[in-house]
């Protein structure tokens, strides 16, 4: 059982960045896409972005200033978010779709307010 561990949420002003990162505790082969979920207050858990070896997928939101990155040794993924706005406020999970399961991190928050 793959165990994802995220870190670097926290509170941000208005057109701040942040950084969040991800490490799973097993490894995630290149095909299989690893990256991010937000869910806000009152809302559906939505994608943010997710990276394979061939493709890198992001929602139109966040197209144009958040990037995802792998390190396919190390079996993390990263997001640098920049611009941040208010409605970026969310818990952001991190996940792996492997043949064995779709696995979750616990969350970690990002508030954005000023």
């Known amino acids: 059982q793959a165990q994802l561990v995220e870190s670097g949420g926290g509170l941000v002003q208005p057109g701040g960045s942040l950084r969040l990162s991800c490490v799973a505790s097993?490894?995630?082969?290149?095909?299989?896409?690893m990256g991010w979920y937000r869910q806000a207050p009152g809302k559906q858990r939505e994608l943010v972005a997710t990276?394979?070896?061939?493709?890198?997928n992001y929602a139109d939101s966040v197209k144009g200033r958040f990037t995802i990155s792998r390190d396919y040794a190390k079996n993390t993924v990263n997001l640098r978010m920049n611009s941040l706005k208010p409605e970026d406020t969310a818990v952001y999970y991190c996940?792996?779709?492997?043949?064995?399961?779709?696995?979750w991190g616990q969350g970690t928050q990002v508030t954005v307010s000023s």
């Open positions: 097993v490894n995630i082969l290149s095909i299989n896409p």
């Open positions: 996940n792996a779709k492997t043949i064995l399961g779709n696995y």
């Open positions: 990276v394979t070896r061939d493709s890198t």
